[in-house]
């Protein structure tokens, strides 16, 4: 055979015949976990100009450069106080085990950053492994309580997720432990849905009322967040504002999920480059530009993502997969289990199975075990204070001395696609596509 | 009796001396709560045995998320009556709005009027009890508890359901996904009469139908395809 005769089809790539296939002999969708696997514009797309001349930058290790940031300014009567940008995002105990968590809290709050709860509650590990909680407050209401609201440092009220907009999520039998189905009110093994809505409020208007309610019963001293999937970002921001959140937190299409249909996954929702653009656009058209804090999520991966998105606008960032990429998520350790999943290290996505070769995203004690709490906080430790070192390091370089001085003029973009959706100029020239 | 006066004090006042009394040493644990006027969020996020009376119309979340509180509403109560209440009581003397007593874990809700859609959404526990009629997709994922309708219930009853267990004693207009009929055994007489004496409502438990989940969309399966 002639090798360079045989042509891939770019309509139907040997992923895609693979997937006709696995639809045509199981006639439901495919779930899984992580997050969009295609190209999207990103980060990656821009680059920062330096100082020289123009602008002098500041002393590497020597020169302050401040990475402080208070979320909840705007009515909170206890804001909270995080020493770096980087916060860790909403995954719920169930979807991750016991020790995933741990080492989460443990390793942030060595950093003196947040976590996050997800649905299903607040666990007690987690709230004493964690300094500063944000307890999430879901369509689901699993394992809500209103004891847990009032221990919380803030509350996120979830309205949906980068992974899934408009969707609700799944845990699926396989991962439902007896601890799990106590904490959720259901029997253990069965199929855990999430609603894609909550059951009590619909609209702007009724989010007003429902923010009400939650700042009475912990007498407004909690900051409130809301939590979008990045689609009509603008408006969403704007709403949430007018119905009157201290933060927003706009999660785009790459961030990932434990399970849920991969058509949600990989064909709704923005990439989070232009989300975060347009939240600020739509924060700072109401004046609450800094007032109201936005804190942006969606594969969010080293320094130079934290700060591009703090340059275009941003007040924080949130991580999921990439923290746990930092327990080892992918990593070419127990190759042999993720050949049993069939998938690879680097290839797998497989969190909605509960059999994580590396003891992450599994209520199985045995593959738990390979996950040790205290070295996996010792390594989100780590990599927390690499993106912080990173992201202060380019601030510096843009001389800057605090990293939300950072701004879009500080930036370039190397490709038509990346200048028009942050709104900076393609890199050589002072064109922004759609904009001038 | 403590009064608290809407008119005079803001919702917020209202609330933080109910939270600080429970925290406190007030001796006096009765409460009225007077010219409500439809204001949202009254009487949110009690955790003490207090009984506390609104007298006249709640708007939102009236006595949401409660503990071992009785919270009484003499008339019309608002969406989201006793959202997520935990124990205790809440009663409304008149009709309730939307999703009453979503998502509620424990404790008893009675509503002497009717209730509107969605009433027992997502009910994780929490036994609710409705003199009246109940509107469409009552008890929608209904996961725990028992919901008592001594009127009628609207279509999609109980769509989607878990473990709750539901009675009608009227019509139903429509079964959702996975709800079906059962057989009421003497047990479950016995639960609704217990149920309706703790309500205080006159019926004959004999008169009710029982509706629980068959069970059949507890897990994705190619079978189910027409219900998704
Ligand atoms: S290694 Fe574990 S956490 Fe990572 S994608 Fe696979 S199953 Fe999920």
């Given at each position: 055979m002639d090798e360079r005769k045989v042509r891939e089809s770019a309509t139907f790539p040997p992923h895609v015949i693979a997937e006709i296939q696995r639809a045509a002999s199981e006639g439901l969708y495919y779930i899984r976990g992580s997050g969009a696997k295609r190209a999207v514009p990103t980060f990656d797309d821009l680059v920062f100009l330096g100082a020289s001349i123009s602008r002098y930058p500041l002393e590497g290790y020597r020169e302050k450069c401040d990475t402080n940031v208070t979320i909840g300014t705007r009515y909170a009567k206890k804001p909270i106080e995080l020493k770096i940008p980087i916060t860790i995002a909403g995954m719920s105990f169930g979807a991750l085990g016991a020790n995933a968590k741990q080492a989460l809290g443990h390793g942030a709050s060595a950093m003196g950053t947040s976590t996050t709860t997800g649905d299903g509650g607040m666990t007690e590990e987690e709230r004493e492994a964690s300094s500063l909680l944000v307890y999430q407050y879901l369509?689901?209401?699993?394992?809500?309580e209103p004891d847990q609201l009032r221990k919380a440092d803030a509350i996120e009220v979830v309205a949906g997720q980068g992974a899934k907009p408009g969707g609700g999520g799944m845990l699926l039998?396989?991962?439902?432990t007896d601890r799990v189905a106590q904490m959720r009110t259901l029997p253990k093994g069965i199929d855990q849905r999430s609603a894609c809505r909550h059951p009590d409020w619909t609209g702007p208007d009724d989010l007003e009322i429902k923010i009400q309610e939650l700042r009475e019963i912990t007498d407004w001293e909690k900051p409130i967040y809301v939590k979008v999937g990045a689609t009509r970002t603008k408006f969403d921001t704007m709403l949430a504002v007018k119905a009157g959140a201290d933060a927003i937190v706009i999660d785009g299409m790459q961030g990932g999920t434990a399970a849920t249909q991969t058509c949600f996954i990989e064909d709704v929702g923005i990439p989070t480059l232009p989300a975060v653009r347009q939240a600020v656009e739509a924060l700072k058209e109401l004046d609450m530009h800094r007032e109201v804090q936005l804190i942006v999520s969606g594969g969010i991966r080293t320094g130079g993502d934290v700060a591009k998105a703090l340059a275009l606008g941003a007040d924080a960032v949130s991580i999921g997969m990439a923290s746990l990429m930092a327990l080892n998520c992918n990593a070419p350790i127990y190759e042999e289990d993720y050949h049993a999943l069939g998938t690879r290290p680097g290839s797998c996505h497989h969190c909605h199975t509960g059999k994580c070769p590396v003891g992450i995203t599994t209520q199985d004690p045995e593959l738990e075990k390979r996950l040790d709490p205290e070295l996996g906080a010792q390594r989100v430790r780590n990599y927390l204070a690499t993106l912080t070192l990173e992201c202060q390091t380019l601030a510096r370089a843009c001389g800057k001395s605090h990293v939300h001085n950072l701004e879009p003029e500080d930036m370039v973009a190397l490709t038509m696609e990346a200048a028009a959706m942050?709104?900076?100029?393609l890199a050589g020239t002072d064109w922004i596509p759609g904009w001038s | 009796m403590n009064t608290l006066d809407l008119e005079r004090m803001a919702v917020r006042d209202v609330n933080q001396r109910l939270h600080d009394d429970a925290a406190g040493t007030n001796t006096d644990q009765q409460y009225e709560i007077l010219n409500p006027m439809g204001r949202h969020a009254i009487a949110v996020g009690l955790n003490h045995p207090f009984d506390v009376t609104v007298r006249g119309h709640a708007g939102y979340y009236c006595g949401s998320m409660n503990k071992e509180a009785t919270v009484t509403i003499e008339g019309n109560a608002g969406v989201g009556?006793?959202?997520?209440?935990?124990?205790g009581t809440v009663h409304v003397t008149g009709y309730a709005s939307q999703s009453a007593a979503a998502t509620g874990h424990g404790g008893l809700v009675v509503i002497d009027g009717d209730a509107s859609a969605r009433c027992g959404i997502s009910m994780k526990g929490v036994d609710i009890v409705v003199g009246g009629s109940v509107g469409h997709m009552s008890a929608f994922m209904a996961q725990s508890g028992n919901l008592v309708v001594c009127g009628d219930a609207g279509e999609s009853f109980g769509d989607s359901i878990y473990e709750a267990q539901l009675f009608v004693r009227g019509s139903v207009e429509s079964l959702g996904a996975d709800c079906v009929e059962k057989e009421m055994r003497p047990e479950h007489v016995e639960r609704v009469r217990g149920l309706l004496e703790r309500a205080g409502i006159d019926a004959d438990p004999a008169a009710f139908r029982r509706y629980g989940s068959a069970r059949q969309l507890y897990n994705f399966k190619i079978g189910n395809i027409g219900y998704y």
């Open positions: 369509p689901s209401r699993y394992g809500m039998g396989q991962k439902i942050a709104r900076v100029p | 009556v006793a959202e997520n209440i935990m124990s």
